[in-house]
């Protein structure tokens, strides 16, 4: 009895011990970016973790500042609350980010970007800064499923072409039954948009429909016609053109972001572009050449979300992902690290949602000392 009592209080002592070890080591396993091979359910003697990755903490910029996203050694790289812009756009996008908390948001920066959101539809995305979040709450984003996450916008400028916002508007903003409006196409001239397509009312009628772009308060794009034609003949208003009864067809829910209000058609960007979804509050619109360029995030300067330095600063074509989960083939990469890299940055970087695999297998890939990973991949156009 007495030597139980002596190995109890060994055993007490060796935990209290053990526990004040643990407090002095710092930085705990979970804190640091890992990626490990996705696990079927089944079988535990199977699993096999794979290396934890993660990135070097960057060196300071050649003027002596403090990089913006630079932490003190040790200290999680995932996003805190403050760096995390409430989304103003989308209830989805609300809801996604809401239920999850601020370590679990991955942050986004992009530069010099085509993101195919399918074969059809890019966007062309000059800079953007933001978060991604899965919809679910046990769910990460997931690259192999463009409908398992929301892309918000906190700050940014994205292009889209006139012959990607065309097939926008036929296959899918108008692309359901009875819908009041067909055969769309949509052309830039000068600071002017030109929509023409075809209403039916009995039989169908060609119309054209010019008018520049604005932004209404609440972040949507507003064309307001100044010229509409109905088989080439003059009409003053769009109600004229569509009549009531086919003007209630176009509402949300029914034509996926697009509305009438008055004489205006009011496009809401968030609602016409399919999966994946991407919130945002637009600020700004305008027309350069054949691109209908979006602006993002606050007018000026300041206030905006503060930028993230990736591991390969240099590098002019990038998308770059920190903290949070997310997930890419079988490998989920927790208090995620990783920069995926232009390998022939001539011109934008065009990535595939849809096909990204394709990519990942054509190029190459390096962890950095820090447990990060920087992938570095060819374009799109280069293997498809």
Do not use: W
Not at 41 to 51: F, I, R, W
Not at 64 to 85: F, H, K, Y
Not at 328 to 347: C, E, R, W, Y
């Amino acid at each position: 009895m007495r030597l139980t009592s002596i190995l109890v209080l060994l055993a007490l002592a060796c935990g209290a011990v053990a526990c004040k070890s643990d407090k002095k080591t710092g930085r705990s396993q979970a804190e640091r970016p890992v990626a490990s091979a996705e696990q079927p359910e089944a079988g535990p003697s199977d699993s096999a973790e794979q290396p934890t990755v993660g990135a070097d903490d960057p060196p300071n910029p050649p003027d002596g500042s403090e990089p913006a996203n630079s932490e003190p050694a040790g200290a999680s790289t995932s996003s805190t609350a403050a760096d995390v812009v409430p989304d103003t756009s989308g209830r989805s996008a609300h809801a996604a980010f809401s239920i999850h908390s601020a370590g679990m948001v991955s942050q986004v920066q992009m530069r010099n970007v085509d993101f195919h959101v399918d074969d059809t539809v890019i966007l062309r995305i000059k800079s953007l800064r933001g978060a991604i979040a899965g919809k679910g709450k046990s769910r990460p984003p997931a690259f192999d499923d463009k409908h398992s996450f929301v892309l918000r916008v906190d700050a940014g400028t994205v292009g889209i072409s006139t012959a990607s916002l065309s097939q926008v508007m036929n296959n899918y903003v108008f692309d359901y039954p009875h819908a009041p409006i067909k055969k769309i196409s949509i052309a830039a001239e000068g600071d002017k948009i030109k929509l023409k397509g075809s209403v039916h009312k009995i039989v169908d009628i060609h119309f054209e429909i010019s008018g520049g772009l604005t932004t209404t308060q609440d972040g949507k794009i507003r064309l307001h016609p100044s010229s509409i034609k109905a088989d080439g003949v003059p009409v003053k208003r769009l109600m004229h053109l569509f009549g009531v009864e086919l003007a209630k067809l176009i509402k949300p829910g029914q034509a996926r972001g697009v509305e009438i209000d008055d004489d205006d058609l009011i496009i809401d960007p968030s609602l016409i572009i399919p999966a994946p979804e991407i919130h945002g509050k637009l600020t700004g619109v305008r027309i350069e050449g054949d691109q209908i360029i979006q602006q993002y995030g606050p007018n000026g300067k300041a206030g905006g979300p503060r930028p993230l330095v990736p591991y390969d600063r240099k590098a002019p074509n990038y998308m770059y992902f920190r903290g949070g989960t997310i997930r890419f083939g079988k490998l989920t990469m927790s208090n995620a690290d990783m920069q995926i890299v232009d390998s022939h940055p001539k011109d934008p970087f065009d990535f595939s949602i849809d096909h990204y695999n394709r990519q990942l297998v054509a190029g190459y890939s390096k962890n950095t000392p820090r447990y990060g990973l920087v992938v570095f991949m060819p374009a799109y156009y280069q293997v498809k």
